[in-house]
T-cell receptor, first 113, second 117 residues
């Protein structure tokens, strides 16, 4: 059973460009969580999604950030008009249930130049 | 709110040395406590967990005991190996989070451990 997959693993964007981060959950998991790790910080919750629904986006910045988890395909975290402060590691986790164990992907390291 | 404070790294040890990584937390009620490990180039893996006071989580020679009186969950291993080199994260999940957000994990900043042969 493959683990949580994230791609790309490394992404470099210039200021003002868009970044799209993809997360494929483990087979059978319909709950996806995104966390962000800024330099010198711990992972911080961003958003919780189930198939086709955003359950909790309280940790997402109000502007430029959006997330989706369509019926088919991976979950996408989208950052529009990136700024240097968006440089971070973005981790996706999936679980089989709302309060189940969360299994993490390897992360996408976004660098904004 | 919930918060986790863990020992600043990096920690460098020789093989077979004793390891302690301190972790303390702030939370209302009775959170579940976790240690995650991240090996180079990989995702976070759950190392061990404890769900109530005085529980001891253990795995791969690592142990941590849930101490409610000191709000701590220190990670220990009696004899580290080179293969234990990784980043270790302490985390909590609070089933009493308001609004039912009991799925959120709150993490410490991580501690980089390097074990030299």
């Amino acid at each position: 059973n493959a683990g949580v997959m994230q791609n790309p693993r490394h992404l470099v964007r210039r200021r003002g460009q868009e970044a799209r981060l993809r997360c494929s959950p483990m087979k059978g998991h319909s709950h996806v969580y995104w966390y962000r790790q800024l330099p010198e910080e711990g992972l911080k919750f961003m958003v919780y999604l189930q198939k086709e629904n955003i359950i909790d986006e309280s940790g997402m910045p109000k502007e430029r950030f959006s997330a989706e988890f369509p019926k088919e395909g991976p979950s996408i975290l989208r950052i529009q008009q990136v700024v240097r402060g968006d440089s971070a590691a973005y981790f996706c986790a999936s679980s089989p249930a709302r309060v189940g164990e969360q299994y993490f992907g390897p992360g996408t390291r976004l660098t904004v130049t | 709110g919930n918060s986790v404070t863990q020992m600043e790294g990096p920690v460098t040890l020789s093989e077979e040395a004793f390891l302690t990584i301190n972790c303390t937390y702030t939370a209302t009620g009775y959170p579940s406590l976790f240690w995650y490990v991240q090996y180079p180039g990989e995702g976070l893996q759950l190392l061990l967990k404890a769900t109530k006071a005085d529980d001891k989580g253990s795995n791969k020679g690592f142990e941590a005991t849930y101490r409610k009186e000191t709000t701590s969950f220190h990670l220990e291993k009696g004899s580290v190996q080179v293969s234990d080199s990784a980043v270790y994260f302490c985390a909590l999940r609070n089933l009493l989070n308001s609004g039912g957000s009991n799925y959120k994990l709150t993490f410490g900043k991580g501690t980089l451990l390097t074990v030299n042969p």
